[in-house]
């Protein structure tokens, strides 16, 4: 068994075990872990410094996650859009493959929250590499899951070759929150096996700047020098990271470790997460915190992905205004600038 395969049985997953490390009321969860299963590894465990703080919350369940509301389980329609189970075709070049059921760790926001972990994802890989043999359009796949490196390192090259020999297919992403919730997965077997398969992205998820450690900050490193340009999808998520400081600080500190701030996710519409949710103007607020103010590099998009699958939408705060048949630009300092621009 390889090292990070033990760090994932070495994984807590029932109240209990947690109850035995820090003081809260375990018997308000359990029903919560019962309907949607809880993992938290030795790494992102150990990040923990008490009860309620931003690492907890996106780790350990909540009972608000039972709450009912008007929110829904496949809130962009994840489903109606795949022509093959475990598919997702919602962009006319690029789609979406999930090729794991599991993560490291399960957190509490998960956009495929009552998939990921529970049922599981009925993926029909051989239909769906099929599919992508067969759609010329489609140039780029996102392989995500669950967390596809969960898988072991043979299945992963199997579907990596695959896919490789597709003409048509000009690049592959990985989605993978192991550099942040399991460390030790990146490998230097992994990272050669990887850079066989260029041109090839890891996007990783890091929510707050607790998450970045000597660990991570490793991970990425080998990532990197096997020559996988890493990129950061960060979910806005209420008492993590729903601050202006916060926030530029995780973006400045994912460019020191070689990680480039892609998107900032407002929190999509699941039920089941509605208690992580902030405004649009709060979003706005942090944007406004980043632009000008610090590297354009440390500047992702925010954006929202639109309900139903209309894809996402970026969201940016007001810095043009028409005025008669002039353009004025606010700067990120709130100045007003003349631009002449042109017809045509
Ligand atoms: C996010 C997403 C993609 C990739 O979008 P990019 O903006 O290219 O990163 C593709 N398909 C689906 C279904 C998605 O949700
Ligand atoms: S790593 Fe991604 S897929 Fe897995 S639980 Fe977290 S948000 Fe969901």
């Given at each position: 068994m390889e090292p990070w395969q033990k760090s994932l049985e070495q994984s807590i997953t029932?109240?209990?075990?947690?109850?035995?490390?820090?003081?809260?009321?375990?018997?308000?969860?359990?029903?919560?872990?019962?309907?949607y299963p809880m993992r938290i590894t030795p790494h992102y465990l150990s990040l923990?410094?008490?009860?309620?703080?931003?690492?907890?919350?996106?780790?350990?369940?909540?009972?608000?996650?039972?709450?009912?509301?008007?929110?829904?389980?496949?809130?962009?329609?994840?489903?109606?859009?795949?022509p093959v189970p475990g598919l997702i075709h919602r962009y006319p070049d690029r789609v979406v493959l999930l090729v794991s059921t599991t993560c490291a760790?399960?957190?509490?926001?998960?956009?495929?929250?009552?998939?990921?972990?529970?049922v599981g994802i009925a993926t029909d890989l051989d239909r769906a590499i099929d599919y992508i043999a067969e759609t010329p359009a489609v140039r780029d796949v996102v392989l995500?899951?669950?967390?596809p490196l969960l898988l072991s390192d043979d299945l992963l090259?199997?579907?990596?070759?695959?896919?490789?020999?597709?003409?048509?297919?000009?690049?592959?992403?990985?989605?993978?929150?192991?550099?942040?919730?399991?460390?030790?997965?990146?490998?230097?077997?992994?990272?050669?096996?990887?850079?066989?398969?260029?041109?090839?992205?890891?996007?990783?998820?890091?929510?707050?700047?607790?998450e970045i450690t000597a660990a991570s900050a490793a991970a990425c490193t080998m990532l990197a020098d096997a020559g996988i340009q890493l990129g950061n999808q960060t979910v806005l998520l209420k008492?993590?990271?729903a601050d202006p400081a916060v926030m530029k600080q995780l973006m400045q500190r994912l460019l020191t470790i070689r990680v480039r701030p892609y998107y900032i996710?407002?929190?999509?519409?699941?039920?089941?997460?509605?208690?992580?949710?902030?405004?649009?103007e709060t979003g706005l607020a942090i944007m406004g915190g980043l632009r000008g103010h610090t590297s354009g590099m440390a500047t992702p998009y925010y954006v929202i992905d639109a309900p139903g699958g209309k894809g996402k939408v970026p969201i940016v705060p007001e810095f043009l205004e028409r005025r008669g048949g002039k353009l004025l630009l606010r700067n990120y300092l709130g100045e007003v600038i003349e631009y002449p621009d042109i017809d045509g």
């Amino acid at each position: 068994m390889e090292p990070w395969q033990k760090s994932l049985e070495q994984s807590i997953t029932t109240t209990e075990e947690l109850a035995g490390r820090f003081a809260f009321d375990a018997e308000q969860l359990r029903a919560v872990v019962q309907r949607y299963p809880m993992r938290i590894t030795p790494h992102y465990l150990s990040l923990i410094e008490e009860p309620g703080d931003p690492i907890w919350r996106q780790c350990v369940p909540d009972p608000r996650e039972l709450a009912t509301d008007e929110l829904l389980p496949d809130p962009l329609n994840e489903a109606g859009l795949s022509p093959v189970p475990g598919l997702i075709h919602r962009y006319p070049d690029r789609v979406v493959l999930l090729v794991s059921t599991t993560c490291a760790m399960y957190c509490r926001f998960c956009l495929r929250k009552h998939q990921v972990g529970c049922v599981g994802i009925a993926t029909d890989l051989d239909r769906a590499i099929d599919y992508i043999a067969e759609t010329p359009a489609v140039r780029d796949v996102v392989l995500s899951g669950g967390d596809p490196l969960l898988l072991s390192d043979d299945l992963l090259e199997r579907i990596l070759a695959r896919l490789h020999k597709i003409p048509h297919l000009e690049i592959i992403r990985i989605g993978s929150r192991t550099p942040v919730t399991l460390p030790d997965r990146i490998t230097p077997e992994l990272c050669r096996m990887l850079r066989q398969y260029h041109p090839l992205y890891v996007n990783t998820q890091f929510n707050h700047p607790r998450e970045i450690t000597a660990a991570s900050a490793a991970a990425c490193t080998m990532l990197a020098d096997a020559g996988i340009q890493l990129g950061n999808q960060t979910v806005l998520l209420k008492g993590v990271n729903a601050d202006p400081a916060v926030m530029k600080q995780l973006m400045q500190r994912l460019l020191t470790i070689r990680v480039r701030p892609y998107y900032i996710h407002q929190m999509d519409l699941v039920q089941g997460t509605g208690h992580f949710r902030t405004s649009v103007e709060t979003g706005l607020a942090i944007m406004g915190g980043l632009r000008g103010h610090t590297s354009g590099m440390a500047t992702p998009y925010y954006v929202i992905d639109a309900p139903g699958g209309k894809g996402k939408v970026p969201i940016v705060p007001e810095f043009l205004e028409r005025r008669g048949g002039k353009l004025l630009l606010r700067n990120y300092l709130g100045e007003v600038i003349e631009y002449p621009d042109i017809d045509g």
